[in-house]
């Protein structure tokens, strides 16, 4: 019997690894961002469990995306019909939109978020791979 971590190929787990990486990082400063900003502005800007909870649910949305995503490239890959692959990326590419849109309207919605803390979180990823492709094209 194969275990689920078996089927994740080599690259997949290591730039999902990344992406958890940029991602924390990401979260705590975000955390010190509010944190300051909370010193500056104490009436205004909130510093509590709140927005600890929506960096975590946020970051953990955020990093399963990149892993659903790596996932769906896996297996597009393999596929031998070139239309079945597109489609297997059209449908990942909508339900991973879902799940990040469910996710960002629990942060608004749900008293236990902060929703700004739930939501910054998604833009990490995206953030931290287009700054280190720019970082990459200086180096060369």
């Not at 990093?63 to 995503?69: A, H, S, T």
């Not at 896996?74 to 070139?82: G, I, L, P």
Request: aromatic letters at 10%.
């Amino acid at each position: 019997m194969s275990n689920f971590g078996d089927k994740v190929q080599p690259a997949v787990k290591k730039e999902t690894k990344n992406v958890a990486i940029y991602t924390v990082v990401g979260v705590v400063v975000m955390w010190v961002g509010f944190l300051i900003l909370h010193l500056i502005w104490p009436e205004k800007i909130p510093f509590d469990y709140r927005v600890i909870l929506g960096g975590i649910g946020g970051g953990a949305v955020a990093v399963l995306n990149f892993f659903l995503m790596g996932m769906a490239v896996q297996k597009a890959v393999s596929e031998t019909d070139e239309a079945g692959a597109k489609r297997r990326m059209q449908a990942s590419y909508s339900q991973r939109n879902l799940m990040q849109m469910l996710w960002a309207i629990l942060a608004i919605v749900l008293p236990c978020f902060q929703f700004a803390a739930g939501i910054l979180p998604l833009l990490i990823p995206g953030t931290a791979i287009k700054l280190k492709g720019i970082k990459n094209s200086i180096k060369r």
